[in-house]
């Protein structure tokens, strides 16, 4: 295959990775083929093992291309938050108001469903959360110096568990619409507040 221009092939894989987390998104993660990729994003089929090599590649990368940066202005955003509670207590919110058909939401999903069968797919997803863990963790050791959050808790600990409860719920919202993912918030806030902090919540 003759070698295209950069941009032209930038823009190619710019539109493949594109249909793949379209398609990963609306047909799951197995379903997706290269030819329904190259459909989706007008070229050959060809095309796709060209820049990819295989479809596993083109998933990972794929993923990569929808989620990161979604997960990079999530993390922006937290490490720009006041304390630990309050960013935390907002991107819980958002979670009742995820659309579980839509990319990157749906590709992430996928992704970690499948990532215990793939260790490269694990080593990205792995990757993408470490850095939001670790400010979770920083916040949260911040807070619980300046008193805002229980200075009993193992913060570390809590960073993991929080991180995850994120993950949870998203799954859960996504099963159950109804959900009440305000009331998982207050009882999160409640359970990490400091003393102090409580009583200020109820006065």
Known sequence: MTRAPDHVATATRERL???AAELIAELGWAAVTSRAVAERAGVNNGV?????GSMDALRRAATFHATDPLMRDALEWFVAAPTALDAYSTLLSTVGQLDASQAPTAVLLEAMLHA???PEIRALIAGMIAPFR???EDKLRADADAGRVRDDIDVHGAAVALAALIDGLMLHAMVDPQLAVDRAVEAVSGLLAAPDAQRHRVD
């Open 17 to 19: 990775l594109d249909a």
């Open 116 to 118: 215990p069968r793939d």
């Open 134 to 136: 670790g400010a979770l």
């Open 48 to 52: 796709v093992h060209y820049h990819f």
